[in-house]
């Protein structure tokens, strides 16, 4: 089973004026896209083109389609069901992951992605990023911990996995701050995480800031053994569903090393052997935040 990543042409309330139109200091406009919607590509066409590209190198039978791009429930309802369903009905289609803020859920959209739950694998994926309200407030997030934590209760008990983002090596954020994110958000019920490096993407606030001297990017090896730490504080049934993200190449500033996701890979499961160590090691159940 592989993912299908789809741009099905959403907006953002971080860039569309209604929270802000600076979005988060590091997205840039594409916001991860592929850029597929705007070149008039349908939802099916880009999921028929994914399927064979994705089976003839992993021999997938099954796939999920993966609304990646800026925020994914930000529309009408009658849009996203439009959208969802024009994904759930191509072959082998077995499932929705759905990227989004934890702003832009309501009821309505958690109704219905009950109902395909019933037969199709659903995860909700929140961009939280960090549990510091202040780091939030700097970024310009445009919500605070609070809302993830209203979000992630309001999705709960209705068969809808739910996987939560968090980026390492946020501004202002030393290793305390950032395994304090862990604890956090290891009660809160969510069922995945993504672990995600903050590189510097051109044209965005963060370059700015790394131009000019104000930011440094994490050293490799430094995040590995954050990754590591992090991990140890995650329960063990937390499935991990990223441990490097991937940059766009010809979109990135720094650091370089960012492109060796392989590697990096191998080095956290090398530290951790060194370790001794394994996620939820040092987890502390009922931890409150």
Request: proline letters at 3%; a positive charge; aromatic letters at 10%.
């Amino acid at each position: 089973m592989q993912k299908i990543s789809i741009d099905a042409g959403m907006n953002c309330p971080n860039r569309d004026g209604t929270i802000s139109t600076d979005g988060c200091i590091y997205c840039n406009e594409s916001g991860s896209g592929t850029g597929a919607h705007a070149r008039g590509i349908s939802i099916k066409e880009q999921l028929v083109h994914g399927k064979k590209h994705l089976a003839k190198r992993y021999k997938a039978k099954k796939f999920i389609a993966y609304f990646q791009s800026f925020s994914n429930t930000y529309a009408s309802f009658e849009t996203l069901k439009q959208i969802y369903e024009e994904a759930l009905a191509v072959d082998n289609i077995v499932g929705l992951s759905i990227g989004t803020r934890p702003d832009c859920i309501y009821e309505p959209v958690l109704e219905l992605l009950q109902d395909y739950a019933k037969i199709s694998l659903i995860w909700i994926e929140y961009g939280l990023q960090s549990a510091i309200d202040s780091t939030l407030a700097y970024i310009n997030r445009g919500h605070d911990f609070k809302c993830f934590k209203n979000a992630v209760n309001a999705t709960k008990n209705r068969g809808i996995n739910i996987c939560a983002h968090v980026i390492l090596g946020l501004p202002g954020e030393g290793r305390t701050r950032m395994l304090e994110t862990a604890r956090a958000i290891s009660n809160t019920g969510i069922n995945g995480i993504k672990l995600h490096l903050l590189y510097v993407i051109k044209n965005t606030k963060l370059y700015e800031l790394y131009t000019a001297g104000k930011y440094r990017c994490l050293e490799q090896q430094e995040y590995v053994n954050l990754v590591c730490d992090f991990l140890e504080l995650l329960p063990q049934d937390i499935i991990i569903q990223r441990l490097a993200s991937a940059p766009h190449p010809e979109e990135l500033a720094a650091p370089d090393w960012s492109l060796e996701k392989r590697k990096t890979i191998a080095l956290i499961e090398q530290t951790l052997k060194k370790r001794g160590s394994y996620q939820g090691r040092f987890f502390q159940r009922n931890y409150t935040y």
